[in-house]
């Protein structure tokens, strides 16, 4: 199941059911689908600044 992955710079969060339309990225585009030198669309920051949100649920 696709996780949501947060910001740490800015807060904003990755939800694969929304994708990243305005990048090219259609809904449900994983997170770990995600090219390397995918941004965040709001900050800039790059993917290893995300982190899941759901971490630690499945441990
Ligand atoms: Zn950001």
């Known amino acids: 199941m696709p ?10 969060i990755y939800d694969p059911k929304l994708g990243d339309p305005e990048n ?5 585009t994983a997170f770990e689908d ?3 030198g995918w941004e965040c669309p709001v900050c800039g920051a790059p993917k290893t600044e995300f982190k899941p949100l759901d971490q630690g649920l499945y441990e």
């Open 3 to 12: 996780k949501k992955y947060e910001c740490q710079v800015c807060g904003y």
């Open 24 to 28: 090219g990225y259609p809904v449900g």
């Open 34 to 36: 995600l090219p390397d």
